[in-house]
Structure formats: structure tokens, C-alpha cells
T-cell receptor
Framework: KNQVEQSPQSLIILEGKNCTLQ??????????LRWYKQDTGRGPVSLTI?????NTKSNGRYTATLDADTKQSSLHITASQLSDSASYIC?????????????FGAGTQVVVTP | AAGVIQSPRHLIKEKRETATLKCYPI?????VYWYQQGPGQDPQFLIS???????DKGSIPDRFSAQQFSDYHSELNMSSLELGDSALYFC??????????????FGNGTRLTVT
């Protein structure tokens, strides 16, 4: 069973609107949680990274939140743009020094329409 | 800023052939990771190297081997290719140490198609 669950699976939004993506994880121990943006056929690009002690982290129009108690994270996209169309992947790291053991979510496919 | 460079971008091979994928990490990054991402699937960790030594191993088939060279670039060698090996192969690099302070940077991947 995947230890990182993302919802919704896909999302269509109008340009200029806001949206929120969800990530629930059961990975334990937990070191940090990252959100990546992956354009089709390209490598994931890091958006935010948070440790268990951080509740929120922003990167431009992207704002991530983390509740380490409930093991939930969200990624909020403000004033969406056409270039935001991509897959957004939640990635959880179980420990600081074990990059190979990253747990990837299946991603949420976001489509921004004019 | 320089990013992780992978070559080739696309590769088409026949069954039972061999393939070599190359990865050039970001300058001063000493750690390289290889991931395999099948169609519609999560990236699966294959293997990693730190200072030219294998540092971690994931679900890499015995038909695959990899190494990191003195200039920190890495090569993934794949033999006896199977149809199921068709995937996007990502290389990522970082500096050794705390994952929080050394973000993982991904290349754009090599798309391997086995026919």
C-alpha cells in the first residue's frame, strides 16, 4: 500500500482561480515533506520542503501546509496560470540521510484552462 | 543556473540489447541517485552513489549496473533489455548530508523505449 496518498487524482481549474491539493501520509519515521511540480516528460522540480516543526512554507504563488500530528499536507495554488498545468507530487522522506527511501505520491494532475 | 544533465533524452532499443544512460550532476554535487518511472507510476528508486561508492540500493534489477566516476558523473548500464524496462529514467543529484539542507535536483530524464 502506498504510504503517500494524494487527492484529487486530477483537477481542472480556470485560469486565475485558486486550488488546493491534498497529501496524506503514513510514512514513519518522518523527516521532511516536499512538494514537486512535474511537467510532462520532465524531471520533478522542488517547490517547497518542510520538516515536522514547520506548519507552512510559501514559494511565490505556491503555499504548502503541514500538520505532522494528523500527517496531512496541502499545496495551495493562488491565482493559477496556464503554466501551472502539471503534475504535483508529494514526497515524504523518512530520514534525513536516506534520499533513496523517498516515498512518492501518485501526484495530482492539474489542468489550468483559459 | 546549471542543472542536472541527462543524456540521451530519448533512446529506442530492441529486446535483449544494451543501453547506457548518462547523468551529469550539478557542479559540486557529490551524490547521484537513479530513479525509474514507468507510465503513470511513481518514481522508483534504483541506486545511489556518494563519492564514487554505492551508497544505497533500491529495486534495481540484476541486469542493470551503475557507477559514478571521478568527475561525479554517473552511468546506468542496462543489459538484456526487456519490454518492461520502457520507462523514464531520472537522475537526481545533491550534496551529501542533511536532506533538508541539500535539496534533491532532478534531471529531465531519459525516455527509454524497448521494442
Amino acid at each position: 500500500k502506498n504510504q503517500v496518498e494524494q487527492s484529487p487524482q486530477s483537477l481542472i481549474i480556470l485560469e486565475g482561480k485558486n486550488c488546493t491539493l491534498q497529501c496524506n501520509y503514513t510514512v514513519s519515521p518522518f523527516s521532511n515533506l516536499r512538494w514537486y511540480k512535474q511537467d510532462t516528460g520532465r524531471g520533478p522540480v522542488s517547490l517547497t520542503i518542510m520538516t515536522f516543526s514547520e506548519n507552512t512554507k510559501s514559494n511565490g504563488r505556491y503555499t504548502a501546509t503541514l500538520d505532522a500530528d494528523t500527517k496531512q499536507s496541502s499545496l495551495h495554488i493562488t491565482a493559477s496560470q496556464l503554466s501551472d498545468s502539471a503534475s504535483y507530487i508529494c514526497v515524504v522522506s523518512p530520514s534525513e540521510d536516506s534520499w533513496g527511501k523517498l516515498q512518492f505520491g501518485a501526484g495530482t494532475q492539474v489542468v489550468v484552462t483559459p | 543556473a546549471a542543472g542536472v544533465i541527462q543524456s540521451p533524452r530519448h533512446l529506442i532499443k530492441e529486446k535483449r540489447e544494451t543501453a547506457t544512460l548518462k547523468c551529469y550532476p550539478i557542479p559540486r554535487h557529490d551524490t547521484v541517485y537513479w530513479y525509474q518511472q514507468g507510465p503513470g507510476q511513481d518514481p522508483q528508486f534504483l541506486i545511489s552513489f556518494y563519492e564514487k561508492m554505492q551508497s544505497d540500493k533500491g529495486s534495481i534489477p540484476d541486469r542493470f549496473s551503475a557507477q559514478q566516476f571521478s568527475d561525479y558523473h554517473s552511468e546506468l548500464n542496462m543489459s538484456s533489455l526487456e519490454l518492461g524496462d520502457s520507462a523514464l529514467y531520472f537522475c537526481a543529484s545533491s550534496t551529501h548530508g542533511s536532506s533538508y539542507n541539500s535539496p534533491l535536483h532532478f534531471g529531465n530524464g531519459t525516455r527509454l523505449t524497448v521494442t
